[in-house]
């Protein structure tokens, strides 16, 4: 990974992290997956990132999380897919095929 699209990943990683810690959980890990991971992508493709916390969360405190990881991506023009797994859910996961967490842990690019 090089030029544009690191810089790209390592702004998106910057605001993940700085956005968690608003929302008092760590930022362990963050993958980037899918098409852009694969090198497969269009201008038009998003960007997939898993990311991985410290604690477990509630479903609606991810949800406000990674509604605002999105909307301050929206405004710089990345279009993006977030999910956040906490560190257990990912490791309880990434053993299944046929899960993302399986996905990203055989094929994700950590960031």
Do not use: Y
């Not at 990974?1 to 810089?7: K, L, P, R, V």
């Not at 090198?39 to 898993?50: A, G, H, K, N, T």
């Amino acid at each position: 990974m090089c030029g544009a699209m690191e810089t790209t990943c390592q702004l998106v990683k910057k605001i993940i992290e700085e956005v968690a810690r608003a929302h008092g959980v760590r930022v362990l890990k963050v993958f980037l997956f899918g098409s852009r991971a694969r090198e497969d992508s269009s201008e038009e493709s998003d960007w997939d990132f898993l990311v991985i916390v410290d604690k477990n969360m509630s479903f609606h405190k991810k949800w406000d999380m990674v509604d605002e990881i999105k909307r301050r991506l929206a405004r710089l023009s990345i279009p993006n897919d977030i999910i956040v797994r906490s560190e257990r859910e990912f490791s309880e996961t990434s053993r299944q095929p046929g899960t993302i967490s399986f996905e990203v842990a055989k094929e994700g690019i950590p960031l």
